[in-house]
């Protein structure tokens, strides 16, 4: 086979050298750029795309976050709203039993006027008091002007005393205790030895009359024995009873 003339032409050999230089430092500078390209991907685009997932998972957790806020406000408007009615509610029954109590008062001031009149002689003596305390009229008697001398039988005055108290009460409740001065009494100890048992046998004598002879119902009295009395500035006997008139509770 013949040889190329053309191998041997120095500009032909010339050229080539240089293209295959050209196509050297081409690959290189292609080489540069994706070399450039990635590390600019990497410095950059990179920490971008980490801080946006960031930001994101912040993101949702401030959502979170002011979701349950927001939830957690709206329990609290909620027990706020239910607290707020239930002091209204409170308020209401309060003025209630103010307004209650102050018509009870004025009732039992009324009451102790009518009774006064009619106790104005044994008052004179001191042989009676009345007084408002604590929600209730407490009428005192002396044992003197309610039992028979010598006896535990209620005299006809002292049924007519009794019989007054029942009677402006109406319906409202009738408490009897007994009080003493702590001392025996020779004339009773036989049958009741014990102050206590004299005392609760003065107190059921009274409350017998008033159910018996006063048409007071059964469930509107009650008899107790009490104690010694030492009231500061009473003028009363020590041996007495106190008829405590209550208004009756009411049905819920």
Wanted: glycine fraction near 6%.
């Amino acid at each position: 086979m013949g040889k190329n003339p053309w191998d041997d032409d120095p500009d032909l050999q010339a050229f080539a050298g240089r293209r295959s230089s050209s196509t050297r430092w081409g690959r290189v500078f292609v080489g540069l750029i994706v070399v450039g390209g990635l590390t600019f991907v990497g410095a950059y685009y990179l920490p971008l795309f980490r801080a946006h997932d960031t930001l994101a998972a912040d993101y949702q957790r401030e959502i979170q976050k002011a979701r349950t806020l927001e939830q957690s406000l709206g329990d609290t408007k909620s027990e706020l709203q239910k607290a707020l009615s239930r002091k209204d509610e409170l308020e209401a029954e309060k003025r209630k039993r103010e307004s209650g109590a102050e018509g009870a008062s004025s009732s039992l001031e009324a009451l102790k006027s009518e009774l006064s009149a009619k106790l104005d002689k044994a008052e004179k003596k001191g042989l009676a008091e009345l007084h408002v305390e604590a929600g209730a009229l407490v009428v005192s008697l002396a044992d003197a002007v309610v039992f028979a001398p010598k006896k535990l039988d209620v005299s006809a005055s002292g049924k007519q005393l009794l019989c007054d108290v029942a009677k402006a009460a109406a319906t409202q409740e009738l408490r009897v205790s007994a009080f003493d001065d702590g001392q025996p009494d020779p004339t009773f100890s036989a049958k009741y030895p014990t102050s206590w048992q004299l005392r609760s046998a003065r107190a059921a004598s009274a409350v017998d009359v008033l159910e018996a002879k006063c048409a007071a119902k059964p469930e509107r009295l009650q008899s107790l024995a009490s104690g010694r009395a030492s009231k500061a500035g009473s003028k009363l006997p020590a041996v007495h009873l106190e008829i405590e008139i209550r208004p009756a509770p009411t049905a819920p």
